[in-house]
């Protein structure tokens, strides 16, 4: 494929992500990026507790 087609057919997909939309729910991405609910206890929390009183001397 020659750079022309190539440029070209990169433009169309540009377009396509510009101007679509994705039904983006940002409550899913909140809980995406958080990767847990604030129910749920933090293993990695668990392990340093043992630690955490050593500071308060």
Do not use: C, F, T
Request: proline content about 2%; charged content about 50%.
């Amino acid at each position: 494929m020659g750079r022309g087609r190539q440029k070209a057919k990169d433009a169309k997909i540009a377009r396509q992500l510009k101007y679509s939309n994705h039904g983006s729910d940002i409550r899913d991405l909140e809980r995406e990026l958080v990767g847990h609910s604030a129910e749920e206890p933090d293993e990695a929390d668990d392990k340093y507790d043992r630690w955490a009183d050593d500071d308060e001397r």
